[in-house]
C-alpha cells in the first residue's frame, strides 16, 4: 500500500493562482480580514451557550427526566455546531490571526470529546490534503457496516448500510469520546517520526489521556457533584451523542459522498495527474448554499468547495466568495458542484449508500 500520492499537473493549470488572485483582490478591495467577525463572535458565545448552558440548568435545578432529555437532547445540537462552526475553523487556523486564539478554540475539542493532536492529523492533513482517495483519506475507510468507497472490499452487511447508516452515525461521537482517539493514535505512532522519540510519544498519548478526563469530569462529575446520580445522567449523554452524532457525520458526508463526485486512485508510482486545487472540485460538492439558516448552524460546511481550497479563510465569508469561485471555475471549464437543498443532498447521499452497497470491489486499491 502506498504511504505518500503527488498532485501531478500535466496540464500547468492556472486555475487556483487565479483563483486566489481573485479571492484575495475580494479582501482587499473591501478591506475585510479573512478571519472572523463581530457576527462570528457572537454565533460562537450562542454555540458554546446551547451547548453548556443545559448543562448548567441540570446541574442547578435537577429537572424530571423529560426536561432532562430534553436539555440533552439540546446540548446535543450545541455539541455538533460547537463542532462544525468553532472548533473546525480555529484548528484550520482560519478563526483569528492570532494563533493563540485558534490554539485556545482549538481545544473547545477537548469539550466535545476529541484530540487536537489525532483531528490535525486526520482531518486537516489526510482529508484535506487526499481528499476521497481509498486508503489515504480515512473519513471513506470502511467502518463497521458501512462502506464508503467503491474501492474497498464489500460484505454482505453492506447491503443494508442505507438503513444502518442513522443509527451507525448516531453512535459515531460516542466512539469518538471513548476508545477512537487512542485507536487513532496507536495508528499514527507507528508512522509519525516525531512520536518514535519514547518522550513524544508519552507526552501526546498523556494529553490525549488528560483530555478525556477533563471532558468526562464536566459531563459526569461536576453533575454528580451537583447531587444527580450516575445513571441519571447516562441516558443524557447518550442521547445528546446521537444527536451531535447523526449531525455531524451526515452534514461532513453531504460535501463529499454524494452523486458526481469522484473517488480518484493514484497509478502504481503514486501520482494522481492533476492539480491538488481541481482535484479538490471534482471530490467536492456544496449544498443548501442559500439556506442561511442552515449555513449559520453548520459553519459553512454547505460550502466545503470553498472550504477546501480556503481552509484559512473563516467560514463567515464563503457565501461572499462563493461567487468568485464558481465565476472562476467556470471560466477554466472546471465543474462547480452543488446540490440546492439540504433535502436533495440527503436523498443523493444514500443514493450513494445504496450503491456502493451493492457495487462489487472494483479491485483498484492502492498497490
Not at 97 to 126: D, P, Y
Not at 288 to 293: E, G, P, R, T
Not at 298 to 320: A, D, I, M, R, S
Not at 333 to 340: F, R, S, T
Amino acid at each position: 500500500m502506498l504511504t505518500q500520492v503527488r498532485f501531478v499537473d500535466k496540464d500547468r493549470s492556472s486555475f487556483y493562482s487565479t483563483l486566489r488572485e481573485n479571492v484575495d483582490r475580494y479582501f482587499a478591495e473591501n478591506n475585510i480580514s479573512k478571519h472572523a467577525n463581530a457576527t462570528m463572535v457572537l454565533k460562537t458565545v450562542a454555540l458554546m451557550l446551547m451547548y453548556l448552558g443545559p448543562l448548567a440548568l441540570i446541574c442547578i435545578y435537577h429537572p424530571g427526566i423529560l426536561i432532562s432529555l430534553l436539555l440533552w437532547s439540546l446540548m446535543g445540537i450545541g455539541l455538533a455546531g460547537v463542532g462544525m462552526s468553532v472548533m473546525h475553523d480555529s484548528i484550520h487556523g482560519a478563526y483569528s490571526s492570532n494563533e493563540r486564539v485558534n490554539r485556545i478554540l482549538g481545544h473547545t475539542i477537548v469539550l466535545l470529546g476529541g484530540s487536537v493532536f489525532n483531528w490535525k492529523i486526520q482531518h486537516n492533513i489526510m482529508h484535506h490534503t487526499y481528499t476521497n482517495i481509498t486508503h489515504m483519506d480515512e473519513d471513506i475507510d470502511n467502518k463497521i457496516m458501512l462502506r464508503f468507497s467503491p474501492h474497498t472490499e464489500r460484505h454482505w452487511v453492506h447491503g443494508f448500510q442505507k438503513f444502518s447508516a442513522l443509527f451507525l452515525y448516531g453512535v459515531s461521537t460516542l466512539y469518538w469520546c471513548t476508545i477512537k482517539d487512542f485507536v487513532q493514535y496507536s495508528k499514527y505512532a507507528k508512522s509519525k517520526s516525531e512520536l518514535k522519540d519514547r518522550r513524544k510519544y508519552f507526552e501526546k498519548l498523556m494529553g490525549i489521556i488528560g483530555s478525556k478526563l477533563i471532558y468526562y469530569f464536566v459531563f459526569f462529575g461536576i453533575p454528580m457533584l451537583a447531587g444527580i446520580s450516575f445513571m441519571s445522567i447516562l441516558p443524557g449523554f447518550i442521547l445528546m451523542h446521537f444527536f451531535s452524532g447523526v449531525i455531524l457525520t451526515v452534514v461532513f458526508q453531504l460535501a463529499h459522498m454524494v452523486e458526481g463526485t469522484d473517488y480518484p486512485m493514484p497509478d502504481h508510482e503514486g501520482n494522481i495527474e492533476n492539480a491538488w486545487a481541481i482535484h479538490q472540485m471534482r471530490t467536492t460538492k456544496n449544498f443548501s448554499a442559500k439556506n442561511k439558516l442552515i449555513t449559520w448552524y453548520v459553519g459553512g460546511l454547505n460550502f466545503q468547495v470553498e472550504h477546501h481550497l480556503f481552509t484559512k479563510v473563516c467560514h463567515v465569508h464563503y457565501p461572499k466568495i462563493a461567487p468568485i469561485v464558481k465565476r472562476t471555475a467556470e471560466e477554466f471549464g472546471i465543474p462547480y458542484m452543488e446540490n440546492e437543498t439540504f433535502t436533495g443532498a440527503i436523498r443523493s447521499h444514500f443514493s450513494v449508500l445504496t450503491k456502493f452497497g451493492r457495487l462489487p470491489d472494483l479491485n483498484e486499491a492502492i498497490g
